[in-house]
């Protein structure tokens, strides 16, 4: 059974970082693709308004965070696609140091 994780981040305010963001997303590097999916991350999909950002990942049971983090932390590449991204993402107010994407309260869902 799959799992549905939500997070959220916002981009600086800044109308051409925002569009090179885009950019970037819309040819993510295939070492980063094969990165998140190695990780257990079935689909993934950002959404963008204004400057705020929402992300839906659907995981598969191997899936975890802490996994996900040190396997990040050794690959050379995803720390420089994470670097370079960090030129686009500003913190949200309640982050801690060095936190990026943050997990999203679900307050509803529609029951059949």
Same mark, same amino acid.
């Given at each position: ?75 050379? *590449?995803?720390? /420089?696609?994470?670097? !370079? =991204?960090? #030129?686009?993402? +500003?913190?949200?107010?309640?982050? *801690?140091?060095? /936190?990026?994407?943050? !997990? =999203?309260? #679900?307050?509803? +869902?529609?029951?059949?």
């Amino acid at each position: 059974m799959n799992r549905r994780f939500c997070l959220t981040l916002d981009l600086k305010d800044d109308p051409k970082l925002i569009e090179e963001y885009k950019r970037y997303h819309q040819e993510v590097w295939p070492e980063i693709v094969q990165s998140i999916k190695e990780s257990g991350i079935e689909d993934m999909e950002i959404y963008l308004r204004g400057t705020r950002m929402f992300m839906i990942m659907e995981v598969n049971q191997h899936f975890s965070f802490e996994a996900k983090a040190i396997a990040d932390q050794s690959n050379p *590449k995803v720390q /420089e696609w994470e670097n !370079l =991204m960090w #030129r686009f993402q +500003k913190p949200l107010a309640d982050a *801690k140091p060095g /936190e990026k994407w943050l !997990l =999203m309260e #679900r307050v509803f +869902k529609l029951e059949s």
